[in-house]
């Protein structure tokens, strides 16, 4: 025969409290804090958890960090093949290579993009990687990730652009900054399009800093674009709401003032590798996407080395391509995102090219 005594509870004008853990048979449960709300709690102990109402996910504090727990899907923007196009190999290039992410091994021949170009950008999702501009065209392709084959035309940037940044959430895919010429070459123009609709772009907004040779990244939420030149490289990075038009925030400040860079991200975490100093660099920086802050050191690349492309499946971020002109690279690299440490060789992209683009999809 079971017996349970309760000695008080009181639901008045405060929250019921139990000062002791309770204790049911052998096991028991400890008081524990529950949020749900869309910004992040302050929490007092570990074990707290937190359902994220912004963005659907449950988390639980331990050590001073907020972690997701549960099976969590992959974001649309995610995929095991990542894709590298364009870049100058003795000339512009129009080859697409592939490679599968989770293993190792060297690219494969995918097809052409439309146009031979050079300095373009890259995101995906709804199936489709797109391709973004480029030395002195406006031209904007895409690709069905899971067929090999060539791109197809999707539309125009409002402007002829070149050496801008680009992400996506999986449906909205964001172009930022950028070298257009004329008397204010950098732009702070942010535009989009729907990844599912071909057409032309669209206004959004504008970076807190006009500039080009600039990377972005995302976390399905927040649009992410750091380092750059102005009139000089610069540090800053600037985020916004991706489903939501409007101009960029301030976020924080990379580690090392650079342009030249790639970036890619996983579901909480955004890196930056590479980039021109002054010098080709091994750099990578690491930031919390949905934490406005400084960038703080993950480790170094293999190959130091500017003009190269990234892309993740969500677990590991790769790195390919790269390099001055007159030294370019075919080295494709990896790093655990979640783990920060040196980078380490996967294989080689089919032709050694910098100022490539990269995106990742299924």
Do not use: H
Request: aromatic share 10%.
């Amino acid at each position: 025969m079971s017996t349970i005594k309760v000695d008080t509870i009181t639901n008045g004008t405060a929250d019921v409290n139990f000062p002791y853990d309770a204790k049911v048979g052998d096991g028991g449960f400890i008081q524990r804090e529950y949020y749900s709300q869309a910004t992040e709690p302050t929490p007092i102990n570990n074990n707290a958890v937190w359902y994220d109402t912004g963005k659907s996910l449950t988390k639980v504090y331990l050590g001073g960090a907020w972690y997701i727990v549960g099976i969590v899907p992959p974001l649309p923007f995610f995929g095991d093949r990542g894709l590298f196009a364009g870049g100058y190999a003795g000339g512009n290039s129009n080859v697409i290579d592939y490679v599968t992410i989770s293993t190792t091994g060297n690219a494969t021949d995918f097809g052409d993009l439309t146009l031979a170009r050079y300095a373009l950008s890259s995101f995906s999702g709804d199936g489709r990687g797109v391709f973004n501009g480029g030395e002195t065209v406006n031209n904007i392709d895409y690709v069905t990730i899971s067929t090999p084959g060539n791109a197809t035309d999707f539309g125009d940037l409002l402007t002829t652009n070149y050496n801008n940044g680009a992400c996506s959430d999986g449906t909205t895919g964001i172009i930022g900054g950028g070298y257009v010429g004329g008397g204010t070459p950098n732009s702070n123009v942010i535009q989009y399009i729907t990844i599912a609709t071909p057409g032309n772009a669209i206004d959004f907004g504008d970076l807190t800093v006009g500039r080009y040779a600039l990377s972005a990244c995302s976390d399905g939420s927040y649009g992410v674009f750091g380092g750059g030149t102005e009139s000089s490289k610069t540090n800053v990075i600037d985020y916004f709401t991706i489903s939501t038009t409007g101009n960029a925030t301030d976020f924080g400040d990379l580690t090392v003032t650079r342009d030249s860079l790639a970036s890619c991200s996983n579901r909480t975490r955004g890196l930056f590798g590479g980039g021109d100093t002054g010098s080709d660099t091994n750099i990578i920086d690491y930031i919390t996407i949905a934490t406005p802050g400084n960038a703080t050191d993950f480790g170094d690349l293999t190959v130091a080395r500017e003009n190269l492309g990234a892309c993740s499946n969500g677990t590991r971020g790769i790195f390919g391509g790269g390099g001055p002109i007159s030294s370019p690279s075919n080295v494709i690299e990896y790093v655990a995102i979640d783990t920060p440490g040196n980078a380490t060789d996967f294989g080689d992209l089919t032709v050694a090219r910098p100022y490539i683009a990269s995106c990742s999809g299924d």
